[in-house]
Protein backbone atom coordinates (compact mmCIF):
# COMPACT_ATOMS: atom_id res chain seq x y z
CA UNK A 1 0.00 0.00 0.00
CA UNK A 2 2.40 2.27 1.30
CA UNK A 3 4.50 0.75 -1.87
CA UNK A 4 2.03 2.24 -4.16
CA UNK A 5 1.30 5.76 -2.98
CA UNK A 6 4.86 6.94 -3.11
CA UNK A 7 5.65 5.52 -6.38
CA UNK A 8 2.35 7.49 -7.53
CA UNK A 9 3.69 10.67 -6.10
CA UNK A 10 6.52 10.19 -7.24
CA UNK A 11 4.81 10.30 -10.60
CA UNK A 12 2.88 13.30 -9.58
CA UNK A 13 6.07 14.65 -9.48
CA UNK A 14 7.45 13.96 -12.82
CA UNK A 15 4.52 15.36 -14.13
CA UNK A 16 5.24 18.69 -12.71
CA UNK A 17 8.30 19.02 -13.48
CA UNK A 18 7.56 18.16 -16.99
CA UNK A 19 5.31 20.85 -16.97
CA UNK A 20 7.44 23.42 -15.39
CA UNK A 21 10.04 22.37 -17.60
CA UNK A 22 7.79 23.56 -20.77
CA UNK A 23 6.49 26.39 -19.22
CA UNK A 24 9.87 27.80 -18.97
CA UNK A 25 10.84 26.65 -22.38
CA UNK A 26 7.55 28.45 -23.40
CA UNK A 27 8.06 31.91 -21.62
CA UNK A 28 11.31 32.54 -20.69
CA UNK A 29 12.64 33.83 -24.26
CA UNK A 30 9.44 36.24 -24.05
CA UNK A 31 10.65 37.36 -20.49
CA UNK A 32 13.88 37.69 -21.91
CA UNK A 33 12.80 40.12 -24.72
CA UNK A 34 11.44 42.04 -21.85
CA UNK A 35 13.99 42.42 -19.29
CA UNK A 36 16.39 43.29 -22.43
CA UNK A 37 14.28 45.76 -24.01
CA UNK A 38 14.51 48.30 -20.79
CA UNK A 39 18.13 47.93 -20.83
CA UNK A 40 20.53 50.30 -22.00
CA UNK A 41 23.18 49.52 -25.21
CA UNK A 42 25.88 48.94 -22.76
CA UNK A 43 24.05 46.41 -20.03
CA UNK A 44 22.77 45.21 -22.96
CA UNK A 45 26.33 43.93 -24.44
CA UNK A 46 27.43 43.03 -20.61
CA UNK A 47 25.12 41.37 -19.25
CA UNK A 48 22.79 39.27 -21.08
CA UNK A 49 19.55 37.65 -19.17
CA UNK A 50 19.74 39.62 -15.63
CA UNK A 51 17.09 42.09 -14.66
CA UNK A 52 18.02 45.28 -15.81
CA UNK A 53 19.08 47.45 -13.29
CA UNK A 54 17.79 50.72 -14.24
CA UNK A 55 14.70 50.21 -16.32
CA UNK A 56 15.35 52.64 -19.40
CA UNK A 57 11.47 52.89 -20.65
CA UNK A 58 12.59 55.53 -22.80
CA UNK A 59 13.49 53.05 -24.90
CA UNK A 60 9.95 52.04 -25.79
CA UNK A 61 9.48 55.86 -27.05
CA UNK A 62 13.01 55.92 -28.98
CA UNK A 63 11.33 52.70 -30.32
CA UNK A 64 8.03 54.11 -31.04
CA UNK A 65 9.47 57.12 -33.23
CA UNK A 66 12.17 54.94 -34.85
CA UNK A 67 9.80 52.37 -35.82
CA UNK A 68 6.95 54.82 -36.96
CA UNK A 69 5.20 52.84 -34.51
CA UNK A 70 2.17 54.66 -33.95
CA UNK A 71 1.54 54.38 -38.05
CA UNK A 72 2.59 51.10 -38.44
CA UNK A 73 0.01 50.35 -35.50
CA UNK A 74 -2.57 52.12 -37.24
CA UNK A 75 -2.25 50.47 -40.53
CA UNK A 76 -2.28 46.77 -38.27
CA UNK A 77 -5.41 48.18 -36.75
CA UNK A 78 -6.95 49.00 -40.50
CA UNK A 79 -6.23 45.79 -42.40
CA UNK A 80 -7.08 43.62 -39.13
CA UNK A 81 -10.43 45.49 -38.63
CA UNK A 82 -11.44 45.92 -42.15
CA UNK A 83 -10.86 42.09 -43.12
CA UNK A 84 -12.76 41.01 -39.93
CA UNK A 85 -15.49 43.53 -40.75
CA UNK A 86 -15.86 41.75 -44.64
CA UNK A 87 -14.83 38.08 -43.41
CA UNK A 88 -16.94 38.22 -40.61
CA UNK A 89 -20.61 38.86 -42.41
CA UNK A 90 -19.82 37.34 -45.35
CA UNK A 91 -18.49 33.77 -43.76
CA UNK A 92 -21.43 33.77 -41.65
CA UNK A 93 -23.89 34.56 -44.49
CA UNK A 94 -22.53 31.97 -46.88
CA UNK A 95 -21.96 29.44 -43.89
CA UNK A 96 -26.12 30.00 -43.13
CA UNK A 97 -27.10 29.47 -46.99
CA UNK A 98 -24.95 26.52 -47.58
CA UNK A 99 -26.11 25.05 -43.63
CA UNK A 100 -29.67 26.12 -43.35
CA UNK A 101 -31.47 26.84 -46.65
CA UNK A 102 -32.41 24.63 -48.87
CA UNK A 103 -31.83 24.63 -52.89
CA UNK A 104 -30.41 23.11 -55.89
CA UNK A 105 -26.50 22.83 -55.78
CA UNK A 106 -26.60 23.33 -52.14
CA UNK A 107 -24.12 20.95 -51.38
CA UNK A 108 -22.03 21.80 -54.73
CA UNK A 109 -21.11 25.48 -53.48
CA UNK A 110 -20.13 24.20 -49.99
CA UNK A 111 -18.02 21.27 -51.49
CA UNK A 112 -15.99 24.86 -53.67
CA UNK A 113 -16.09 26.58 -50.18
CA UNK A 114 -13.85 24.01 -49.21
CA UNK A 115 -11.79 24.06 -51.91
CA UNK A 116 -10.37 27.22 -50.10
CA UNK A 117 -9.72 24.84 -47.11
CA UNK A 118 -7.36 22.82 -49.09
CA UNK A 119 -4.99 25.47 -50.89
CA UNK A 120 -2.85 26.77 -47.81
CA UNK A 121 -2.76 30.60 -47.08
CA UNK A 122 0.13 31.84 -49.46
CA UNK A 123 0.76 29.00 -51.79
CA UNK A 124 -1.50 31.28 -54.42
CA UNK A 125 0.03 34.43 -53.64
CA UNK A 126 2.34 35.20 -55.82
CA UNK A 127 -0.47 34.61 -58.98
CA UNK A 128 -2.49 37.04 -56.48
CA UNK A 129 -0.25 39.85 -56.83
CA UNK A 130 -0.86 39.62 -60.68
CA UNK A 131 -4.53 39.91 -60.08
CA UNK A 132 -4.36 42.83 -57.59
CA UNK A 133 -2.30 44.59 -60.17
CA UNK A 134 -4.95 44.43 -62.94
CA UNK A 135 -7.79 45.46 -60.67
CA UNK A 136 -5.13 48.31 -60.19
CA UNK A 137 -5.16 48.18 -56.38
CA UNK A 138 -1.85 47.50 -56.10
CA UNK A 139 0.18 48.60 -52.85
CA UNK A 140 -3.26 49.75 -50.70
CA UNK A 141 -4.39 48.66 -47.70
CA UNK A 142 -7.48 47.40 -49.23
CA UNK A 143 -6.17 44.71 -51.53
CA UNK A 144 -4.74 43.77 -48.27
CA UNK A 145 -8.14 43.82 -46.74
CA UNK A 146 -9.59 42.12 -49.56
CA UNK A 147 -7.04 39.15 -50.15
CA UNK A 148 -7.13 38.26 -46.14
CA UNK A 149 -10.64 38.18 -46.31
CA UNK A 150 -10.83 36.00 -49.35
CA UNK A 151 -8.48 33.94 -47.78
CA UNK A 152 -9.98 33.54 -44.36
CA UNK A 153 -13.46 32.45 -45.99
CA UNK A 154 -12.93 29.04 -46.30
CA UNK A 155 -12.14 28.26 -42.62
CA UNK A 156 -14.53 30.70 -41.75
CA UNK A 157 -17.36 28.93 -43.21
CA UNK A 158 -16.31 25.29 -42.22
CA UNK A 159 -16.89 26.87 -38.02
CA UNK A 160 -19.50 28.48 -38.75
CA UNK A 161 -20.93 25.86 -40.92
CA UNK A 162 -20.02 23.50 -38.02
CA UNK A 163 -22.23 25.73 -35.16
CA UNK A 164 -25.42 26.34 -37.51
CA UNK A 165 -25.53 22.52 -38.13
CA UNK A 166 -26.19 22.35 -34.45
CA UNK A 167 -29.15 24.82 -34.09
CA UNK A 168 -32.57 22.67 -34.16
CA UNK A 169 -34.22 23.63 -37.15
CA UNK A 170 -37.55 24.55 -36.15
CA UNK A 171 -35.86 27.65 -35.56
CA UNK A 172 -36.42 29.13 -39.02
CA UNK A 173 -40.28 28.12 -38.77
CA UNK A 174 -41.14 29.59 -35.38
CA UNK A 175 -39.53 32.85 -36.72
CA UNK A 176 -41.39 33.17 -39.89
CA UNK A 177 -44.56 31.93 -37.63
CA UNK A 178 -43.71 34.90 -35.70
CA UNK A 179 -43.99 36.78 -38.82
CA UNK A 180 -40.18 37.37 -39.66
CA UNK A 181 -39.05 37.78 -42.95
CA UNK A 182 -36.35 35.54 -43.69
CA UNK A 183 -33.18 37.38 -43.45
CA UNK A 184 -34.70 39.01 -39.91
CA UNK A 185 -34.87 35.30 -38.65
CA UNK A 186 -31.21 34.79 -39.62
CA UNK A 187 -30.48 37.96 -38.21
CA UNK A 188 -32.46 38.04 -34.74
CA UNK A 189 -32.70 34.52 -34.24
CA UNK A 190 -29.91 32.11 -35.89
CA UNK A 191 -27.01 34.35 -35.89
CA UNK A 192 -27.25 35.31 -31.84
CA UNK A 193 -27.34 31.77 -31.05
CA UNK A 194 -24.28 31.26 -32.89
CA UNK A 195 -22.91 33.77 -32.14
CA UNK A 196 -19.81 31.14 -30.48
CA UNK A 197 -18.77 30.78 -33.16
CA UNK A 198 -19.01 34.55 -34.52
CA UNK A 199 -16.52 35.01 -31.29
CA UNK A 200 -14.00 32.03 -32.56
CA UNK A 201 -13.63 32.96 -36.08
CA UNK A 202 -13.30 36.76 -35.27
CA UNK A 203 -10.23 35.92 -32.72
CA UNK A 204 -8.74 33.39 -35.30
CA UNK A 205 -9.19 35.31 -38.02
CA UNK A 206 -7.89 38.59 -36.51
CA UNK A 207 -5.15 37.09 -34.43
CA UNK A 208 -3.96 35.69 -38.08
CA UNK A 209 -4.58 39.01 -40.15
CA UNK A 210 -2.93 40.91 -37.20
CA UNK A 211 0.44 38.75 -37.58
CA UNK A 212 0.64 38.05 -41.00
CA UNK A 213 3.62 38.75 -42.98
CA UNK A 214 3.67 36.76 -46.17
CA UNK A 215 0.99 38.15 -48.16
CA UNK A 216 1.55 41.11 -46.54
CA UNK A 217 5.25 41.77 -47.82
CA UNK A 218 4.59 40.69 -51.25
CA UNK A 219 1.35 43.51 -52.05
CA UNK A 220 2.27 46.44 -49.64
CA UNK A 221 5.33 48.14 -51.50
CA UNK A 222 5.70 51.52 -49.86
CA UNK A 223 6.74 52.54 -46.32
CA UNK A 224 3.91 54.07 -44.95
CA UNK A 225 1.22 51.20 -45.27
CA UNK A 226 3.20 48.84 -43.87
CA UNK A 227 1.81 46.63 -40.61
CA UNK A 228 3.79 46.23 -37.38
CA UNK A 229 4.95 42.66 -38.90
CA UNK A 230 6.64 44.19 -42.13
CA UNK A 231 7.90 47.09 -40.50
CA UNK A 232 9.26 45.03 -37.86
CA UNK A 233 11.60 43.58 -40.53
CA UNK A 234 12.22 46.59 -42.14
CA UNK A 235 13.15 48.45 -38.67
CA UNK A 236 15.93 45.30 -38.00
CA UNK A 237 17.19 45.93 -41.24
CA UNK A 238 17.93 49.82 -40.12
CA UNK A 239 18.42 49.33 -36.19
CA UNK A 240 21.74 47.47 -36.33
CA UNK A 241 22.70 48.88 -33.40
CA UNK A 242 20.25 49.69 -30.87
CA UNK A 243 19.44 46.25 -29.88
CA UNK A 244 16.91 46.99 -26.48
CA UNK A 245 15.05 49.29 -28.95
CA UNK A 246 14.56 46.08 -31.13
CA UNK A 247 13.13 44.41 -28.67
CA UNK A 248 10.67 46.99 -27.32
CA UNK A 249 9.79 47.05 -30.87
CA UNK A 250 8.99 43.24 -30.15
CA UNK A 251 7.20 43.55 -26.80
CA UNK A 252 5.00 46.14 -28.25
CA UNK A 253 4.01 44.06 -30.79
CA UNK A 254 3.28 41.35 -28.81
CA UNK A 255 1.88 42.69 -25.62
CA UNK A 256 -1.19 43.65 -26.82
CA UNK A 257 -1.71 40.42 -28.34
CA UNK A 258 -0.18 38.56 -24.90
CA UNK A 259 -3.18 40.51 -22.91
CA UNK A 260 -5.92 39.95 -25.03
CA UNK A 261 -5.04 36.33 -25.25
CA UNK A 262 -4.65 35.91 -21.38
CA UNK A 263 -8.56 37.86 -21.26
CA UNK A 264 -9.92 35.10 -23.75
CA UNK A 265 -7.74 32.29 -23.60
CA UNK A 266 -10.76 30.37 -23.59
CA UNK A 267 -11.96 31.21 -26.87
CA UNK A 268 -8.58 31.19 -28.29
CA UNK A 269 -8.55 27.60 -27.78
CA UNK A 270 -11.63 25.92 -28.10
CA UNK A 271 -11.42 28.01 -31.49
CA UNK A 272 -8.57 26.29 -32.98
CA UNK A 273 -9.54 22.46 -31.42
CA UNK A 274 -13.03 23.29 -32.42
CA UNK A 275 -11.84 23.41 -36.31
CA UNK A 276 -9.76 20.25 -35.15
CA UNK A 277 -11.34 17.74 -33.09
CA UNK A 278 -14.95 18.40 -34.14
CA UNK A 279 -14.66 18.35 -37.34
CA UNK B 1 -44.99 13.80 -45.18
CA UNK B 2 -41.83 16.11 -44.84
CA UNK B 3 -39.30 15.02 -44.03
CA UNK B 4 -37.39 16.51 -41.68
CA UNK B 5 -33.13 16.28 -42.41
CA UNK B 6 -31.45 17.29 -39.70
CA UNK B 7 -30.11 21.08 -40.39
CA UNK B 8 -31.82 21.66 -43.37
CA UNK B 9 -34.37 24.24 -43.49
CA UNK B 10 -37.43 24.03 -45.84
CA UNK B 11 -39.21 27.29 -45.44
CA UNK B 12 -42.71 25.54 -45.10
CA UNK B 13 -46.40 26.95 -46.25
CA UNK B 14 -48.17 26.34 -42.73
CA UNK B 15 -50.38 24.15 -44.48
CA UNK B 16 -49.02 20.82 -44.26
CA UNK B 17 -50.02 18.18 -41.51
CA UNK B 18 -46.78 19.06 -38.96
CA UNK B 19 -47.28 22.79 -38.87
CA UNK B 20 -50.88 21.99 -37.34
CA UNK B 21 -49.54 23.06 -34.06
CA UNK B 22 -47.18 26.17 -35.31
CA UNK B 23 -50.92 27.44 -37.29
CA UNK B 24 -52.92 27.17 -34.15
CA UNK B 25 -50.61 29.32 -32.13
CA UNK B 26 -50.09 31.58 -35.42
CA UNK B 27 -54.37 32.35 -35.54
CA UNK B 28 -54.11 32.97 -32.21
CA UNK B 29 -52.04 35.55 -32.15
CA UNK B 30 -53.14 39.34 -33.05
CA UNK B 31 -50.60 40.59 -35.42
CA UNK B 32 -50.58 36.82 -37.52
CA UNK B 33 -50.78 37.35 -41.15
CA UNK B 34 -54.45 36.47 -42.63
CA UNK B 35 -53.35 35.34 -46.08
CA UNK B 36 -53.08 31.69 -45.81
CA UNK B 37 -50.62 30.96 -48.28
CA UNK B 38 -47.69 32.29 -47.09
CA UNK B 39 -46.81 33.77 -43.51
CA UNK B 40 -44.25 35.95 -45.45
CA UNK B 41 -46.47 39.00 -46.47
CA UNK B 42 -43.70 40.64 -48.30
CA UNK B 43 -43.63 42.23 -52.01
CA UNK B 44 -42.68 38.71 -53.29
CA UNK B 45 -45.17 36.60 -52.36
CA UNK B 46 -47.23 39.36 -53.60
CA UNK B 47 -45.66 39.00 -56.50
CA UNK B 48 -46.61 35.18 -56.46
CA UNK B 49 -42.73 34.29 -56.99
CA UNK B 50 -43.09 30.43 -56.42
CA UNK B 51 -41.61 29.75 -53.32
CA UNK B 52 -38.28 27.62 -54.17
CA UNK B 53 -37.26 30.71 -55.82
CA UNK B 54 -37.64 32.73 -52.98
CA UNK B 55 -35.28 30.64 -50.62
CA UNK B 56 -33.21 30.02 -53.56
CA UNK B 57 -32.89 33.47 -54.26
CA UNK B 58 -33.01 34.86 -50.49
CA UNK B 59 -29.47 31.95 -50.48
CA UNK B 60 -28.11 33.99 -53.07
CA UNK B 61 -27.97 36.99 -52.15
CA UNK B 62 -26.15 35.50 -48.57
CA UNK B 63 -23.82 34.05 -50.71
CA UNK B 64 -23.00 35.97 -53.30
CA UNK B 65 -20.17 38.40 -51.14
CA UNK B 66 -18.56 35.71 -50.07
CA UNK B 67 -18.63 33.92 -53.58
CA UNK B 68 -17.40 36.63 -55.06
CA UNK B 69 -14.43 37.32 -53.43
CA UNK B 70 -13.63 33.92 -52.94
CA UNK B 71 -13.83 33.31 -56.65
CA UNK B 72 -11.84 36.62 -57.42
CA UNK B 73 -9.32 36.02 -54.99
CA UNK B 74 -8.19 32.43 -54.30
CA UNK B 75 -10.06 30.52 -57.40
CA UNK B 76 -8.99 32.66 -60.35
CA UNK B 77 -5.36 33.54 -58.94
CA UNK B 78 -4.59 29.50 -60.18
CA UNK B 79 -5.69 30.18 -63.44
CA UNK B 80 -4.15 33.09 -63.55
CA UNK B 81 -0.93 31.85 -62.30
CA UNK B 82 -1.18 29.00 -64.45
CA UNK B 83 -1.80 31.46 -67.37
CA UNK B 84 1.63 33.32 -66.34
CA UNK B 85 3.78 29.90 -66.05
CA UNK B 86 3.23 29.82 -69.23
CA UNK B 87 4.70 33.43 -70.03
CA UNK B 88 8.17 35.28 -69.52
CA UNK B 89 7.60 38.11 -67.41
CA UNK B 90 9.35 40.76 -65.05
CA UNK B 91 6.11 42.22 -63.79
CA UNK B 92 6.47 45.58 -65.87
CA UNK B 93 6.45 44.93 -69.60
CA UNK B 94 4.18 42.96 -71.74
CA UNK B 95 4.56 39.15 -70.89
CA UNK B 96 6.48 36.85 -73.63
CA UNK B 97 4.51 33.19 -74.48
CA UNK B 98 7.53 30.45 -73.43
CA UNK B 99 5.06 27.64 -73.58
CA UNK B 100 6.57 25.02 -70.95
CA UNK B 101 10.01 26.71 -70.88
CA UNK B 102 9.81 27.58 -67.60
CA UNK B 103 9.02 24.24 -66.06
CA UNK B 104 11.70 23.06 -67.86
CA UNK B 105 13.77 25.55 -66.07
CA UNK B 106 12.20 24.48 -62.99
CA UNK B 107 12.61 21.09 -63.22
CA UNK B 108 16.63 21.58 -63.92
CA UNK B 109 17.04 23.69 -61.13
CA UNK B 110 19.12 22.76 -58.59
CA UNK B 111 18.04 25.25 -56.09
CA UNK B 112 14.44 24.56 -56.59
CA UNK B 113 15.12 20.69 -55.79
CA UNK B 114 16.92 21.69 -52.73
CA UNK B 115 14.07 24.05 -51.64
CA UNK B 116 11.67 21.69 -52.12
CA UNK B 117 13.68 18.50 -50.14
CA UNK B 118 14.44 21.51 -47.32
CA UNK B 119 10.24 22.15 -47.25
CA UNK B 120 9.70 18.27 -47.38
CA UNK B 121 12.30 17.79 -44.79
CA UNK B 122 11.43 20.41 -42.75
CA UNK B 123 7.68 19.76 -42.63
CA UNK B 124 8.30 15.95 -41.63
CA UNK B 125 10.61 17.03 -38.89
CA UNK B 126 8.47 19.34 -37.62
CA UNK B 127 5.48 17.66 -37.86
CA UNK B 128 6.86 14.60 -36.08
CA UNK B 129 8.60 16.10 -33.03
CA UNK B 130 5.47 18.86 -32.48
CA UNK B 131 2.96 16.02 -32.19
CA UNK B 132 5.32 13.99 -30.07
CA UNK B 133 5.65 16.64 -27.85
CA UNK B 134 2.58 17.57 -27.84
CA UNK B 135 1.00 14.46 -27.08
CA UNK B 136 3.37 14.10 -24.77
CA UNK B 137 2.36 16.65 -22.37
CA UNK B 138 -1.25 16.86 -23.11
CA UNK B 139 -1.02 13.55 -21.59
CA UNK B 140 0.57 15.21 -18.86
CA UNK B 141 -1.67 17.64 -18.64
CA UNK B 142 -4.57 16.10 -18.36
CA UNK B 143 -3.49 13.92 -15.36
CA UNK B 144 -5.10 14.61 -11.96
CA UNK B 145 -2.88 17.88 -11.01
CA UNK B 146 -3.54 21.47 -10.20
CA UNK B 147 -2.84 24.45 -12.71
CA UNK B 148 -4.23 22.13 -15.72
CA UNK B 149 -5.65 26.20 -16.84
CA UNK B 150 -1.74 27.70 -16.03
CA UNK B 151 0.28 25.69 -17.97
CA UNK B 152 -1.82 25.34 -20.93
CA UNK B 153 -2.29 28.51 -21.16
CA UNK B 154 1.78 29.45 -20.91
CA UNK B 155 2.28 26.17 -22.89
CA UNK B 156 -0.31 28.03 -25.90
CA UNK B 157 1.26 31.76 -25.71
CA UNK B 158 3.87 31.23 -28.48
CA UNK B 159 1.65 30.29 -30.37
CA UNK B 160 -0.50 33.73 -30.51
CA UNK B 161 2.82 35.59 -31.54
CA UNK B 162 3.60 36.49 -34.89
CA UNK B 163 6.62 34.78 -36.28
CA UNK B 164 7.97 37.51 -37.57
CA UNK B 165 8.30 38.72 -34.07
CA UNK B 166 9.51 34.86 -33.34
CA UNK B 167 12.16 35.02 -35.95
CA UNK B 168 13.89 38.17 -34.65
CA UNK B 169 13.54 36.79 -31.16
CA UNK B 170 15.29 33.43 -31.43
CA UNK B 171 18.03 35.34 -34.36
CA UNK B 172 19.01 36.69 -31.52
CA UNK B 173 18.57 33.83 -29.17
CA UNK B 174 20.62 31.79 -31.74
CA UNK B 175 23.65 35.02 -31.51
CA UNK B 176 26.78 33.50 -31.51
CA UNK B 177 28.28 36.04 -29.30
CA UNK B 178 25.91 37.75 -27.28
CA UNK B 179 22.81 35.04 -27.59
CA UNK B 180 21.00 33.13 -25.29
CA UNK B 181 21.69 29.87 -26.18
CA UNK B 182 25.64 30.15 -26.43
CA UNK B 183 25.63 32.40 -23.06
CA UNK B 184 23.67 28.97 -21.19
CA UNK B 185 25.96 26.19 -23.14
CA UNK B 186 28.71 28.15 -21.49
CA UNK B 187 27.74 28.91 -18.05
CA UNK B 188 26.75 25.33 -17.88
CA UNK B 189 30.32 24.11 -19.11
CA UNK B 190 29.43 23.02 -22.22
CA UNK B 191 31.51 24.88 -24.20
CA UNK B 192 32.05 22.38 -26.53
CA UNK B 193 28.90 22.73 -27.97
CA UNK B 194 28.91 26.44 -28.91
CA UNK B 195 28.02 26.62 -32.59
CA UNK B 196 27.17 29.19 -35.46
CA UNK B 197 23.71 28.19 -34.82
CA UNK B 198 22.25 30.32 -38.06
CA UNK B 199 25.57 30.63 -40.04
CA UNK B 200 26.62 26.98 -39.97
CA UNK B 201 24.93 25.76 -43.37
CA UNK B 202 25.08 22.31 -41.73
CA UNK B 203 23.09 23.07 -38.80
CA UNK B 204 20.85 26.12 -39.98
CA UNK B 205 17.82 24.48 -41.33
CA UNK B 206 17.50 22.56 -37.86
CA UNK B 207 18.18 25.48 -35.98
CA UNK B 208 14.94 27.16 -37.74
CA UNK B 209 12.97 23.66 -37.43
CA UNK B 210 13.69 24.41 -33.70
CA UNK B 211 11.72 27.51 -34.07
CA UNK B 212 8.98 26.53 -35.35
CA UNK B 213 8.82 23.76 -33.23
CA UNK B 214 9.00 26.04 -30.27
CA UNK B 215 6.17 27.98 -31.67
CA UNK B 216 3.54 25.28 -32.51
CA UNK B 217 3.90 22.85 -30.13
CA UNK B 218 1.24 24.53 -27.77
CA UNK B 219 -1.52 24.42 -30.49
CA UNK B 220 -0.60 20.62 -30.71
CA UNK B 221 -0.65 20.24 -27.01
CA UNK B 222 -4.28 21.95 -27.07
CA UNK B 223 -5.60 19.55 -29.82
CA UNK B 224 -4.64 16.38 -27.93
CA UNK B 225 -5.79 17.69 -24.83
CA UNK B 226 -9.05 18.58 -26.46
CA UNK B 227 -9.19 14.76 -27.99
CA UNK B 228 -8.23 13.26 -24.59
CA UNK B 229 -10.70 14.69 -22.76
CA UNK B 230 -13.36 14.06 -24.97
CA UNK B 231 -12.87 10.14 -24.22
CA UNK B 232 -14.76 8.11 -22.48
CA UNK B 233 -13.18 7.27 -18.98
CA UNK B 234 -14.73 3.94 -18.79
CA UNK B 235 -12.74 2.70 -21.52
CA UNK B 236 -9.32 3.39 -19.47
CA UNK B 237 -11.08 2.02 -16.61
CA UNK B 238 -12.19 -1.18 -18.19
CA UNK B 239 -8.74 -1.27 -19.47
CA UNK B 240 -7.38 -0.90 -15.76
CA UNK B 241 -10.07 -3.45 -14.43
CA UNK B 242 -8.92 -5.99 -16.90
CA UNK B 243 -5.55 -6.07 -15.67
CA UNK B 244 -3.62 -3.57 -17.65
CA UNK B 245 -0.56 -1.55 -16.93
CA UNK B 246 -0.38 2.07 -17.30
CA UNK B 247 1.65 1.28 -20.96
CA UNK B 248 -0.67 -0.94 -22.02
CA UNK B 249 -3.87 1.61 -21.33
CA UNK B 250 -2.16 3.72 -22.83
CA UNK B 251 -0.97 2.38 -26.25
CA UNK B 252 -3.97 0.04 -26.30
CA UNK B 253 -6.69 1.67 -25.49
CA UNK B 254 -5.69 5.41 -25.41
CA UNK B 255 -4.01 6.16 -28.17
CA UNK B 256 -6.03 4.35 -30.86
CA UNK B 257 -9.10 6.37 -29.67
CA UNK B 258 -7.11 9.84 -30.65
CA UNK B 259 -6.38 8.50 -34.06
CA UNK B 260 -8.60 10.69 -35.53
CA UNK B 261 -7.42 13.84 -33.92
CA UNK B 262 -3.88 12.46 -33.96
CA UNK B 263 -4.98 12.34 -38.02
CA UNK B 264 -6.06 15.98 -38.23
CA UNK B 265 -3.18 17.26 -36.23
CA UNK B 266 -0.66 15.74 -38.33
CA UNK B 267 -2.16 16.76 -41.56
CA UNK B 268 -2.19 20.29 -39.67
CA UNK B 269 1.39 20.50 -39.43
CA UNK B 270 2.35 19.26 -42.44
CA UNK B 271 0.41 21.10 -44.55
CA UNK B 272 1.34 24.29 -42.22
CA UNK B 273 4.88 23.44 -42.98
CA UNK B 274 4.64 24.44 -46.47
CA UNK B 275 3.75 27.82 -45.91
CA UNK B 276 4.66 29.00 -42.14
CA UNK B 277 8.10 27.56 -43.09
CA UNK B 278 8.27 31.08 -45.28
CA UNK B 279 7.61 33.20 -42.53
CA UNK B 280 10.62 31.75 -40.12
CA UNK B 281 13.11 31.16 -42.76
CA UNK B 282 12.64 34.73 -44.56
CA UNK B 283 12.94 36.34 -41.03
CA UNK B 284 15.83 33.84 -39.78
CA UNK B 285 17.93 33.59 -42.57
CA UNK B 286 16.44 34.49 -45.97
CA UNK B 287 17.23 31.46 -46.85
CA UNK B 288 20.75 31.27 -46.58
CA UNK B 289 23.65 30.13 -45.40
CA UNK B 290 23.96 29.14 -48.92
CA UNK B 291 20.34 27.88 -49.64
CA UNK B 292 21.03 25.89 -46.79
CA UNK B 293 17.72 26.76 -45.69
CA UNK B 294 15.60 27.53 -48.69
CA UNK B 295 12.49 26.36 -48.59
CA UNK B 296 10.28 26.50 -51.63
CA UNK B 297 8.12 29.99 -51.19
CA UNK B 298 11.68 31.86 -50.27
CA UNK B 299 13.09 30.74 -53.25
CA UNK B 300 9.83 31.49 -55.10
CA UNK B 301 9.65 35.26 -53.85
CA UNK B 302 13.28 35.37 -54.74
CA UNK B 303 12.58 34.88 -58.13
CA UNK B 304 9.77 36.38 -58.34
CA UNK B 305 11.14 40.10 -56.95
CA UNK B 306 14.77 39.91 -57.07
CA UNK B 307 15.30 38.40 -60.22
CA UNK B 308 11.94 39.33 -61.86
CA UNK B 309 10.88 36.45 -63.16
CA UNK B 310 7.81 36.40 -62.44
CA UNK B 311 6.66 33.58 -64.91
CA UNK B 312 9.52 31.17 -63.76
CA UNK B 313 8.07 32.16 -59.91
CA UNK B 314 4.17 31.16 -60.78
CA UNK B 315 5.78 27.53 -62.54
CA UNK B 316 6.76 26.73 -59.06
CA UNK B 317 3.89 28.32 -57.76
CA UNK B 318 2.13 26.03 -59.58
CA UNK B 319 4.28 22.95 -58.69
CA UNK B 320 3.66 23.76 -55.13
CA UNK B 321 0.22 24.58 -55.83
CA UNK B 322 -0.11 21.09 -56.86
CA UNK B 323 1.67 19.17 -53.90
CA UNK B 324 -0.12 20.92 -51.46
CA UNK B 325 -3.17 20.80 -53.23
CA UNK B 326 -3.07 16.96 -52.68
CA UNK B 327 -1.80 16.99 -48.91
CA UNK B 328 -4.89 19.51 -48.31
CA UNK B 329 -7.12 17.43 -50.41
CA UNK B 330 -6.29 14.42 -47.79
CA UNK B 331 -6.51 16.32 -44.41
CA UNK B 332 -10.09 17.38 -45.89
CA UNK B 333 -10.93 14.64 -46.12
CA UNK B 334 -9.56 13.09 -42.46
CA UNK B 335 -10.82 16.09 -40.91
CA UNK B 336 -14.58 15.80 -42.23
CA UNK B 337 -14.82 12.22 -41.08
CA UNK B 338 -16.86 11.96 -38.38
CA UNK B 339 -16.24 9.93 -35.07
CA UNK B 340 -18.47 7.34 -34.91
Known amino acids: MIKYRSADALARLAVYLGLVVMTIVALFPVLWMIFDSLKSNAEFYANIWSYPRNPMWQNYALAWQRGQIGERLLNSVIVTTGTLAIALPAASMAAYAVTRLQFRGRRLLFYFFMLGMMIPNGVTAIPILSVIIDLGLVNTRLSLILVLA ?44 ASPGLATIAILTGLDTWNEFLLTSILVRSADLETLPLGLVNFVGRATQAYPQMFAYLAMITVPVMILYLIAQKRFISGLTAGAVKG | MERFRRGNIRLRQPHSALSRRFRKTAMTKTHAPERHESTDD ?66 NDEVFWNALKNTVLFAIVVTVVKNLLGLLFALLLNSKIRGQTFFRTAGFMPVTFSFVVIGVLWSWIYNPTFGLLNAVLESLGLSAWIHGWLSDPRLALWSVMCVDIWKWTGLHIVIFLAGLQGINKEYQEAATVDGASR ?94
Open chain 1, 150 to 193: AQALAFDIFIMHAFFISLPSELEEAALIDGCTPLTAFWRVILPL
Open chain 2, 42 to 107: SLLSRLRIPHRVQVAGFAFVMIAPALLLFVLLTIYPVGRGLWISFHRWDGVSDPTWVGGANYKFVV
Open chain 2, 247 to 340: WQGLTRVTLPLLSHVTAVSVFLSILGAFVSSYDVVYVMTEGGPFHSTEVVMTWIVTTAFRFSKVGKANAMSMILFVVAGVLGFLQYRIMSVRED
